[in-house]
Every structure is written in structure tokens, then in C-alpha cells.
């Protein structure tokens, strides 16, 4: 019987240890393709953007954890389209689960449409494959570096339960990604939910003032909402809680509004 292949992606790049660990948790379960940027994209959602220096190529690289060491690929582009070049051109054969991650920093509430993490995972559900998206909680000043001091250990624990279950079922319909959220306190004995997305503004972008407002370069910074959550029963709820976050994702946006009531509304003078 053929084992599973499993795309192990990130937006982080092909050096984050992230990444390493959720090889390593992943590797018992099936065969690994690995690929992931050069370079980091945090924040860069599905862009399929190719300008910016960003020329596809692909490079061959090795990705290390805990002295075993994995064949993989850097490719020079955003996280969707490494996604679509490991579909595309690197898999041997169809993939059965996209594993995007271990995330260094929470992607939490609405920030969902920002994530380059996400966006590598709805990438490669837009193709017809089952997708976790998974991201560990960290300091602030930790979302863009890799900061040795991380510990991957239990988010790579849940990488390795979740993918578990879903490798060999099919998820529910309307179901194509699964985001998970493993808090910073978190130990592998942590309680998990499925969760729904909280809808309020976990990452306020705050632009800092300018003095000369025409001459100087722009900067904006982020307010981050930890521990605080609008509603119970969402991401940011579980993550305030202690406990891992599982969050159903679609690739369908459309509002839960009645069509009709909306048509009603736009016929109205």
C-alpha cells in the first residue's frame, strides 16, 4: 500500500525551525515533500505575485531537526506559489494533506486573510487537498526571526494528532482548511476546541505618526490583542483559555446573510 504524501509548507521560509519540527512530527505518517520560500513572507496571504525578485526558481536544500536530516525545496516566490510549484511540478503524485507551518506567532481572528501561513494552506485547498494551517503563539518580537528560544516541541505534538485524523478522511463539506493555534503555555497534555473565528481586531495596524508627513518614510506597527477575545467559543477565546484552537476555515467568503434580505435592501429607493 502506498504511503501518504504530505506537502510540509510555510510562510516563514525553508530555514525556519518551525518547519523542521513539523517535519519531524509529520515524517511517521507518510512520505514528505517539503517545500517552502527562500525567504520569509510573513503577512503575504494567497499572493501569486512574481515581481518583486521573486523568479520561481526552485533550489534543492535540507532541511534539519533533532540530528535527521530531510531532502526539500526553497523556491523563490510567495507561499501560494510555492504551493502551486510543488503541485505542480514537484510531486511525483497526488498529494493527500498540505501541512502548512509551524508558524513562529498566532494567527488569530481576522487576520486569517492576511496570513501568508493560511494562505499557503487555502492554496493548496483551492486544488482539491486537505490543508491544516498551524501556528504556535509567541512574543510580538518574535513573529519575523528565529528566535532560537522558541520551543516547537508541543505545537509539533498537535501537527502531528491532527494530521493523524485527517490523513485518510475526507473533512466535512465547506470544511478545506483546519487552523490550529497551540497557546505559548501550552503543554502536550493541553485540551484543544474547534473553535469559529473571532471577528474582532486581534492585529490593529497602527501607523506611526510622521512629522513631515510627504517627507519621510512611512512605518506601521501593531497593536496585538493577546488574551483578549470578543466572543467565547472563538480562536482568541481558546487561545486566552489555555487551550489549542481549532478552526474550520472555507474557502467559500460569502456572507451568512440572507441573499434575499440583501436583495431586498438594494431594490429599496
Not at 512520505?31 to 521573486?54: E, K, N
Not at 492576511?114 to 494551517?133: K, N
Not at 469559529?196 to 513631515?212: G, T
Amino acid at each position: 500500500m502506498t504511503s501518504p504524501l504530505i506537502l510540509a509548507t510555510n510562510d516563514d521560509g525553508i530555514e525556519s525551525p518551525g518547519l523542521a519540527a513539523a517535519v519531524a512530527a509529520l515524517d511517521p505518517l507518510g512520505d514528505l515533500l517539503i517545500a517552502a520560500p527562500v525567504t520569509q513572507q510573513t503577512s503575504m496571504s494567497r499572493s501569486r505575485t512574481q515581481g518583486g525578485g521573486r523568479d520561481s526558481r526552485i533550489f534543492r536544500r535540507h532541511v534539519t531537526h533533532g540530528g535527521r536530516i530531510w531532502d526539500g525545496f526553497a523556491i523563490n516566490a510567495t507561499p501560494a506559489l510555492v504551493v502551486e510549484h510543488a503541485v505542480q511540478e514537484l510531486a511525483t503524485r497526488p498529494i493527500d494533506l498540505t501541512v502548512s507551518g509551524i508558524n513562529y506567532g498566532e494567527n488569530v481572528s481576522t487576520c486569517v486573510t492576511v496570513s501568508g501561513t493560511i494562505g499557503a494552506a487555502l492554496e493548496a485547498a483551492e486544488r482539491g487537498i486537505p490543508a491544516m494551517a498551524v501556528s504556535l503563539e509567541t512574543g510580538v518580537s518574535q513573529y519575523h526571526e528565529y528566535n532560537p528560544a522558541i520551543e516547537f516541541d508541543v505545537a509539533a505534538h498537535f501537527v502531528h494528532f491532527f494530521a493523524w485524523r485527517v490523513l485518510g478522511k475526507a473533512l466535512p463539506p465547506d470544511v478545506h482548511v483546519l487552523k490550529i493555534e497551540v497557546p505559548a503555555s501550552a503543554t502536550t497534555e493541553a485540551g484543544w476546541m474547534v473553535t469559529r473565528q473571532d471577528p474582532m481586531s486581534y492585529y490593529k495596524p497602527v501607523a506611526q505618526r510622521r512629522e513631515r508627513l510627504f517627507e519621510e518614510p512611512g512605518r506601521v506597527i501593531y497593536d496585538v490583542a493577546k488574551g483578549q477575545y470578543s466572543e467565547e467559543g472563538t480562536d482568541a477565546y481558546a487561545m486566552a483559555k489555555g487551550l489549542v484552537s481549532v478552526t474550520p476555515l472555507s474557502l467559500n467568503l460569502t456572507s451568512r446573510v440572507a441573499l434575499r434580505t440583501l436583495e431586498m435592501l438594494l431594490g429599496e429607493r
